[in-house]
């Protein structure tokens, strides 16, 4: 008498790598944020795990100021201040030498933000030139 072959090795099919998950990453939240989340999730018709995931791949986080971007930010006010300073001398006393000063301050400020436009900007397009996965 012959035996019955069976082909199918039983099981479910292994995933491919790209559907595979990997490991769980522990993330702790307060109660107010896993509330608020939850809400989040619901409202997208997500479960949260799901929400999470999406929420964390799509997100665009920037970095924190550097300290070159922090120097910019702080001449930059430094030269409002000296300014404001310089308008209030001449409003009240209602004279004109210290229209040079004025228009040389103005520069100032207008070529910091123009710097620190040019950093931000810079900053940017090399984190859209570098992707994370």
């Known amino acids: ?49 799901v929400y999470l995931r999406e929420a964390g791949l799509k997100a665009v986080v920037r970095q924190r100021v550097t300290g070159e971007l922090m120097k910019v930010i702080r001449d930059l006010n430094n030269l409002g201040t000296n300014l404001n300073i310089i308008t209030k001398g001449v409003a009240s006393h209602r004279i004109d030498p210290f229209c040079q000063e004025c228009k040389d301050a103005v520069r100032g400020v207008n070529e910091v933000l123009h710097n620190a436009r040019m950093l931000i900007k810079a900053k940017e397009d090399d984190e859209d030139g570098t992707e994370f996965e």
């Open 1 to 49: 008498m012959m035996k019955h072959v069976i082909n199918n090795s039983g099981g479910r099919k292994k995933l491919s790598a790209e559907k595979l998950m990997g490991s769980p990453i522990p993330v702790r939240f307060n109660l107010r944020q896993r509330t608020r989340l939850e809400t989040k999730a619901a409202k997208a018709n997500m479960p949260l795990s």
